[in-house]
């Protein structure tokens, strides 16, 4: 059985968000834009997404997208010889080792992309899904960006991220961003991490030793400290927003809009120096660092 209604091929969208983000991609179908950066929701509805703006630049029926097509049902089934997806969370060897429609994210994998965008498509776009885009070395990133200054006019990107915060800001202003309402039991950190922006609350109001916290040796791994700064950028988002709920919020919501922006930058860089696997400084030192600058914005 195919999926006949949006609701069938796009259940996490839909029940995300109604039709509302699909009429606005209709409109925007008239005159794609280069690159569509979705943020929000879910992995998959952001992935949903990502199918269902393919679907209307790629269905080959006079009515798009029919869904039906056999340009439609490739797309869904994420087949369609049209479409390449890079994902920066796959590793090489995995990559090698059996690929799949989503290919590693790397700075070769860019470089083949850019030589495959340069055949002209055989359907009205060539479209390109990149997603773990926060995952990946600095170098894919940088390879992507000098695809996008040499615009090619049937090319389309989409950039899949929780939140633009987490890629490249030069990447974020050559994209139109559509950001999906955000599922608040999705991904919820983990206890450690809730523990660890509670005692940072507290630090940055001066009632705990945090760095003392975190310093015994092999405490802090690269994933807790991942998970962490992410956990301080969502809380950042939703200041942003007005919406202040948890401790931390409720304290960086007493910043200065200027300090605010400093904050989003710290916490944009201190993510940076952790993407990298085989950076010299440790999560350690990243996570002692970024605190102390946080703590003295606050008393700036
Ligand atoms: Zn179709």
Avoid at 247 to 252: A, K, R, S
Wanted: include cysteine.
């Amino acid at each position: 059985m195919f999926a006949k209604t949006l609701a069938q091929a796009f259940p996490s969208l839909v029940r995300l968000c109604g039709d509302t983000c699909m009429g606005r991609l209709q409109s925007l179908a008239r005159r794609p834009p280069q690159v569509l950066l979705f943020e929000g929701g879910n992995e998959e509805a952001r992935l949903e997404l990502a199918r269902y703006w393919a679907c209307i630049n790629l269905c080959e029926a006079a009515e798009r997208p029919c869904l039906h097509c056999v340009t439609c049902r490739s797309i869904l089934l994420d087949q369609c010889l049209e479409i390449r997806a890079l994902d920066g969370r796959i590793g090489s060897k995995e990559d090698e080792q059996e690929p799949g429609f989503f290919r590693t994210f790397n700075a070769e994998n860019a470089r083949e992309l850019k030589h495959w965008l340069g055949n002209y498509p055989k359907l009205r776009y060539h479209l390109v899904y990149i997603t773990g885009i926060a995952a990946s070395r600095p170098e894919a990133p940088n390879a992507l960006l000098k695809i996008l200054e040499e615009p090619s006019a049937s090319a389309l990107f989409v950039l899949l991220v929780p939140q633009r915060e987490q890629i490249l800001p030069t990447l974020v202003s050559r994209s139109l961003i559509l950001t999906l309402p955000q599922e608040l039991h999705e991904e919820a950190p983990s206890e450690d991490v809730v523990d660890l922006l509670s005692r940072f609350s507290a630090f940055l109001t001066g009632s705990e030793d945090f760095l003392g916290y975190i310093s015994p040796k092999s405490f802090l791994s690269l994933p807790l400290a991942r998970e962490f700064l992410l956990g301080c950028q969502k809380s950042l988002v939703h200041v942003l927003a007005g919406e202040a709920k948890t401790p931390l919020e409720t304290c960086l919501a007493r910043l200065s809009a200027r300090a605010l922006s400093q904050a989003i930058l710290w916490t944009q860089e201190a993510c940076e120096m952790l993407r990298n696997e085989l950076s010299p400084v440790s999560p350690l030192r990243v996570v002692e660092a970024y605190a102390m600058h946080l703590y003295l914005l606050g008393r700036s």
